[in-house]
């Protein structure tokens, strides 16, 4: 399995995504639907994506729906009948609480349904085209027209809507990977993946990103793997030196009230000879969440400058928008990264609330950027210990997970993982009274938000660092000790060559802490506690 992925949960009772309505959204005849799901309970017509209106004889679009039995439909409205209904129909196709990839395809002659890469069966029906004649919103996890809603219980990733009608082969060859994006008739990509915010992020560049109404943000092992799955032998180093194009400023206070829509990153090309950019994203650092991917066949003449805005489109500096109807960058620090079409890094530039902007790469970090993550995280009194000198000496060309993502990586873990008896989150939990709440309180939300709390008051968090390795050194002895310890438990490297570890001192905790990250981003993120003494 991979590493713990964020995903998100809908209640089954009002949670949703809103896609809204995109003239994209309407593919004219053929059509490939995918998602991964996870659910919790079998309510028929619960929808997983769907823009399907049907009232009486008012009847328009398409979906992937539960079935209420052990499968899924795969509603469509073709001119020539009402929507079309064919759904699974082998016993325990859709078992609950496990992880299934569904799909649905229509070429024109043929619908399909496909579990796990599997297809399940077919339904004859010809038609030249989809009947849109009512238009509806596109959301995920709800089916929903004017009379009536049914709301998916369970958890979604990795939703796809292509206007193609892709094949058994084609489906398998993908589903247990991320794509890059602009992958040839993909109309929107919503991996649902972005950790925080209330915002899914389109991952196509096209700007159909969504909003999230009462779905909430969980972490889970899933069977899917990033979108380069060369072998590690095989893996470029992160940082890449050429072509030579950089992020040359992000305009963060936009002038537009609210939303300001007007943001933008710049990027210019220092080469004396143009560079194909396609597949290339800028990253923004509210929570890794890589909202913009350059379109196929985006190219840079030498010297060119671009700006990718928040919510506006402007063609005279290349025409790229985000599409966001919230603003994207914090005006109290952030940082943002450009990736090429293999997730190297190529340029970061980072920013505090003072305005002093600093270059980011692979061996180089900056305060604002660990300000910008305990910011973005709630804890911006937390006390950190963390400098570049140290940062550099356990950084390589083999380092895959930068020290300010393990740095995320290791406070989310301390926030909301109480897999150890003994963590932070476990000890809220076990001892409740202790953090002035009622006891028998099970409310994760809550806990997290304690533990947030007393990051925020009681803590101070540094880097273990390569030069405590002196054996003469008693808390890197310490710490080695226990790494060790608890390495097998939890399938975690045990040495700091391989790993980024994180220790909290805390006068509030009744435990040691540690948080765990795999510089090489293949194992989970861990962390447990130990008693004093």
Request: hydrophobic share 30%.
């Amino acid at each position: 399995m991979a590493d713990q992925q964020c995903v998100l949960s809908f209640d089954g009772q009002d949670d949703s995504v809103n896609l809204g309505r995109k003239p994209e959204y309407k593919v004219a005849r053929t059509i490939t639907l995918e998602a991964w799901i996870c659910a919790s309970a079998q309510k028929q017509w619960a929808g997983i994506i769907t823009n399907i209106y049907d009232t009486g004889g008012a009847e328009s679009g398409y979906g992937l729906l539960l079935d209420g039995g052990s499968g899924f439909y795969f509603g469509l409205k073709l001119p020539s009948s009402g929507i079309n209904y064919p759904y699974t129909t082998e016993a325990n196709t859709i078992k609950l609480n496990q992880w299934h990839h569904i799909a649905g395809t229509y070429d024109g002659q043929q619908m399909k349904l496909y579990v796990d890469g599997v297809e399940k069966i077919k339904k004859e029906i010809a038609a030249n085209s989809i009947d849109y004649s009512i238009e509806n919103d596109l959301l995920l996890g709800m089916y929903k027209d004017n009379d009536e809603f049914h709301a998916f219980p369970g958890k979604i990733t990795e939703v796809r809507l292509w206007n193609v009608a892709r094949s058994a082969e084609e489906i398998k060859a993908t589903m247990n990977q991320r794509l890059q994006g602009n992958e040839a008739g993909l109309v929107g990509y919503w991996p649902l993946n972005e950790c925080s915010g209330e915002q899914v992020t389109d991952q196509t560049g096209k700007g159909n990103n969504g909003t999230i109404n009462g779905a909430t943000w969980v972490r889970e092992e899933l069977p899917i793997q990033p979108a380069t799955t060369s072998k590690p032998e095989e893996k470029q180093p992160e940082t890449t030196v050429t072509p030579q194009v950089e992020i040359t400023h992000i305009l963060y206070k936009g002038e537009v009230k609210r939303t300001q829509s007007d943001e933008y990153v710049e990027i210019t090309n220092q080469e004396d000879k143009p560079v194909d950019i396609s597949g290339w994203q800028i990253a923004s650092g509210v929570g890794r969440n890589k909202f913009f991917t350059f379109p196929a066949g985006t190219t840079l003449t030498a010297g060119q400058k671009v700006r990718v805005y928040t919510n506006e489109v402007h063609p005279e500096t290349g025409g790229f928008s985000c599409g966001s109807k919230l603003s994207l960058w914090k005006d109290t620090g952030d940082e943002a990264k450009l990736l090429d079409a293999k997730g190297n890094l190529v340029s970061g530039l980072a920013y505090d609330s003072k305005g002093n902007f600093t270059k980011i790469t692979n061996e180089q970090t900056s305060e604002a950027t660990f300000e910008s993550v305990k910011a973005e995280l709630g804890v911006p009194n937390l006390k950190h210990n963390i400098n570049d000198a140290d940062v550099k000496a356990q950084t390589t060309p083999q380092t895959k997970v930068s020290c300010v993502d393990a740095f995320r990586k290791a406070l989310k873990s301390f926030i909301e993982d109480g897999t150890d008896d003994l963590s932070a989150f476990a000890e809220v939990r076990e001892f409740p009274s202790m953090y002035d709440l009622p006891d028998g309180n099970n409310d994760a939300k809550v806990i997290s938000e304690k533990v947030r709390e007393t990051l925020n008051n009681h803590c101070h968090i540094k880097l273990l660092t390569l030069k405590s390795q002196d054996p003469e050194d008693n808390e890197y002895s310490f710490w080695k000790d226990q790494i060790e310890g608890y390495a097998d438990r939890y399938n975690c490297p045990s040495n700091l060559n391989d790993s980024w570890i994180f220790v909290l001192d805390s006068n509030k905790f009744n435990n040691y802490n540690c948080a765990v990250v795999d510089k090489a981003g293949a194992k989970p993120t861990v962390n447990w506690g130990f008693l004093y003494g």
